[in-house]
């Protein structure tokens, strides 16, 4: 069943996050939730139940790692799929995202022409559901 | 040739296996004997001959041992014919042959000793000790030829000394050889020292006996001379050694020979001395005691005259020495090695450098690469510049660049190692790896935000959205402007600190800077509702005024940024002694005190997130340090409580300037109170 999906956008970066949502939202269909740092983003994880998480990695306070190990404690949100999105790729920071057990890393800049269909391939979604415009 | 060498052979096992009974005063054995000895001879002439035309090298060495041959030949051919088988007077024709028969022999092995790279003068005296003490030896048996007159006439008694003294020379020429190719002889060179020694032996006795008249000619000792002849064919026969390819000084094991001499030249002086009072095989044993005192004095001439030249420069450079032996004990330790290691030269030496100063890891590795290069000389460590990870004393590993070389001593392999603590460097290189990494991730992050904007808006996604498609457009502005400032604010601080900013230094009135400063910033105080305080203080300062005047305004654009809306930012400027003080006070949420010099680093925000909320590049307060420092000033920040304030000093106008500056000074503390802005 091809479903519109609700999907967390964190990032601490205005722009990234509205040009997410709007990408998510305009493109993919689906629906999108915001927050703007880590703890944030634990609340709405665990009230909204989104059906993945885009989680940026360098962020104030918590930063993305520390807030997927708090999503991850939590019952109530260890079961949402969480994809990094991250500006900062060196071969080392792979290795250490690939150890923590997020579904995939995706590398700012991001074309907003196909996020929601990179979103769909990792976690196994169609592409474009059937609310798309 | 081969058929020839099996004859020479066959004769000479002939001869040898004759009954012992039977040799000795019959006229037939002497005819045998002679027959054998001619044979023997001209066979080894004829070898060598023969070898000399098949190689390369020495084949001068070989004609002239051939030569040799038919000199001895020709002394035997002419004693015959001269004395038949009755036997002939001494001195004879005969004898000038067969003395002769010793220079082109010695020459040969003179070129042979050149052939192998001449001899040092350790070398020298090793030969010198064996010398003595075979001399000794050989005039324990002969020296009756000279002391005891009734031996004969003196030509005849120095005719019979001739042959020993002419064979000692040879051996020695042999040692020479064997020494200066470490003591190690191929084949045919062993059976060729094993010649002269069986005919310096024979020729001792023969002497002896001569003197004694009990010599009987075709008698035993004849075999003396002939089997030498067999050993040269031999020698001349067998397929020379190949080349060793790697030459390696014996180490300790070169002082074996000298020293073994030398106990048997102990043992001369003694039994010479007491038992048989030989005055000069004593003498000659002594000589070869003394040779072996002069050889240690060498050794430890040598080793001071090294130590002398190398400690003290060693001592003085700033790259650790370290030295170690073919077993890997440690020679040598300078005081920069004591520095980085943590060990005492006292402590150090004699120790084991591989369980010493390697991880665990390494050390197996290490000794199997050390026994390969000692066997095989195959190495891919030595005189290159190497990167490794050592162990310091307390137990902490430490990264260092070193060098080694290798020296042939005569202690075998000295290993020198020149080694330097790279720790600063690897944490220099990490900061510069990190330093990139967060470049990168902040013009990246601008960047994501115009390509994904730009991205929708190309699309057409946005078409039936133009307030979606306006928001767009207005992130992608912001972004490209904070992107423009970022590499604007990054090329700024490379230049400053670079030194490529040429500073227009000039005298300026700090007072009027501050105004300045307060001026370019109202307009932001009055939309973030914030007080500018402005003093009215003045100081002559010595300084590029648009430099100053940036640096204030970024102080002022921070304090404004970290000021809740009704607060208010004071400006101060002092004159403190030659320095001029400026101050930029808030009320904002202080600065934590471990952040406090690290703000002034490049992207070093207190919250990584206040650059891209406040509209920051994280530089600002980089490019005032910088900006302060190249004008020779420092720059600080304190927080007390709420608020926390910005102070760096610049320097004062010196007293006597222009007629300008002048007046500027007088105007110092000429204050006009506080000027508000809102």
């Known amino acids: ?133 | 040739v081969r058929a020839l060498i099996a004859l020479g052979f066959a004769l000479a096992i002939a001869a040898l296996v004759r009954a012992p009974g039977h040799w000795g005063g019959h006229a037939v054995d002497r005819v045998f004997a002679q027959a054998v000895y001619d044979a023997a001879a001209g066979i080894g002439a004829v070898l060598c001959l023969w070898r000399a035309s098949a190689v390369d090298k020495g084949r001068a060495a070989w004609s002239l041992i051939a030569l040799a041959f038919v000199l001895e030949l020709a002394g035997s051919t002419v004693y015959a014919v001269l004395y038949g088988a009755s036997g002939g007077p001494v001195p004879s024709v005969a004898d000038a042959f067969w003395v002769a028969f010793y220079v082109p022999m010695a020459a040969a092995l003179v070129l042979r000793v050149r052939a192998a790279g001449g001899v040092p003068r350790a070398v020298i005296l090793d030969v010198m000790i064996a010398a003595a003490t075979l001399g000794s030896i050989s005039a324990a048996f002969a020296a009756d030829v000279v002391t005891d007159t009734d031996g004969g006439s003196l030509a005849h008694r120095l005719t019979a000394l001739a042959y020993p003294v002419g064979d000692l020379v040879l051996v020695l020429l042999v040692l020479q050889l064997a020494a200066a190719n470490a003591w190690r002889l191929g084949r045919a060179a062993t059976l060729v020292a094993g010649c002269f020694l069986l005919w310096a032996v024979t020729d001792t006795v023969h002497a002896a006996q001569t003197a004694h008249g009990t010599y009987v000619a075709g008698g035993v000792l004849d075999l003396g001379w002939i089997f030498p002849f067999v050993l040269l064919g031999a020698a001349a026969w067998l397929v020379p050694d190949p080349p060793t390819p790697f030459r390696r000084t014996a180490g300790g094991r070169a002082l074996v020979v000298p020293v073994g001499f030398a106990i048997v030249a102990v043992v001369m002086v003694l039994y010479s001395g007491l038992v048989d009072a030989n005055l000069v095989a004593v003498a000659l044993a002594a000589t070869a005691l003394a040779c072996l005192v002069a050889r240690f004095a060498l050794i430890f001439r040598r080793h001071l005259a090294l130590v002398a030249r190398t400690g003290p420069v060693l001592d003085v450079v700033h790259d650790a020495f370290m030295s170690f032996d073919e077993r890997g004990l440690v020679t040598d330790w300078n005081s920069a090695a004591e520095a980085t290691f943590g060990w005492s030269r006292e402590e150090v030496l004699g120790r084991d450098f591989v369980a010493t100063f390697l991880p665990e890891d390494r050390r197996e590795a290490q000794r199997r690469h050390m026994s390969h290069f000692l066997a095989t000389g195959e190495d891919d460590v030595l005189d290159r510049r190497l990167e490794r990870t050592v162990l310091h004393r307390d137990g902490r590993t430490i990264p260092i660049e070193l060098m080694i070389s290798s020296q042939e001593t005569d202690d075998g392999y000295t290993f020198n190692a020149f080694l330097r603590d790279i720790t600063a460097r690897r944490e220099v290189e990490t900061a510069k790896d990190e330093f990139v990494a967060i470049v990168s991730h902040e013009l990246r992050t601008p960047l994501t935000s115009i390509r994904g904007s730009l991205g929708l808006l190309a699309s057409g996604v946005l078409d039936s959205e133009p307030a979606k498609a306006e928001r767009m457009l207005e992130v992608a502005l912001e972004n490209t402007d904070r992107l423009v400032r970022l590499v604007n604010d990054m090329l700024d601080i490379e230049r400053i600190e670079s030194g490529t900013v040429h500073l227009a230094r000039q005298a300026c009135d700090a007072g009027q800077l501050v105004h300045d400063a307060a001026d370019a910033m109202r307009t932001a105080a009055m939309l973030a509702g914030v007080t500018l305080d402005v003093p009215g203080g003045h100081g002559a300062l010595w300084a590029d005024p648009d430099r100053v005047l940036q640096t204030l305004t970024n102080l002022i654009s921070n304090a404004i940024k970290f000021s809740p809306e009704g607060a208010t930012v004071w400006l101060g400027v002092d004159a403190r002694g030659d320095e001029i003080v400026f101050a930029v006070r808030d009320e904002g949420r202080g600065i934590p005190p471990d952040k406090l010099e690290l703000i002034f680093e490049r992207f070093q925000q207190v919250d990584s997130s206040d650059a891209r909320e406040k509209g920051g590049t994280g530089l600002g307060l980089a490019i005032c340090r910088s900006i302060v420092e190249q004008h020779g000033g420092r720059i600080w920040a304190e927080s007390v409580g709420d608020g926390s304030t910005f102070q760096f000093t610049l320097p004062a106008a010196p007293a006597i300037q222009s007629p300008r500056t002048a007046a500027l000074a007088g105007a110092v503390g000429d204050g006009s109170g506080a000027d508000r802005a809102r």
Do not use: N
Request: charged share 30%.
């Open chain 1, 1 to 133: 069943v091809r479903a519109r999906r609700r999907i967390l956008v964190v990032d601490d970066d205005d722009g990234i996050r509205e040009v997410a949502q709007m990408s998510l939202e305009m493109v993919g269909g689906h629906e999108v939730l915001t927050a703007s740092c880590g703890y944030d983003a634990v609340v709405r994880a665990r009230e909204a139940r989104p059906d993945a998480i885009l989680l940026d990695v360098m962020m104030p306070g918590l930063d993305g790692p520390a807030t997927f190990a708090r999503l991850q404690a939590d019952p109530d949100s260890c079961r949402i799929p969480v994809i990094l999105l991250t500006a900062k790729l060196q071969p080392a920071d792979r290795a250490r995202f690939a150890e923590i057990g997020v579904r995939a890393v995706i590398a700012k800049p991001f074309d907003p022409m196909t996020l929601s269909d990179e979103v769909a391939d990792i976690l196994g979604w169609a592409r474009r559901p059937a609310a798309s415009p």
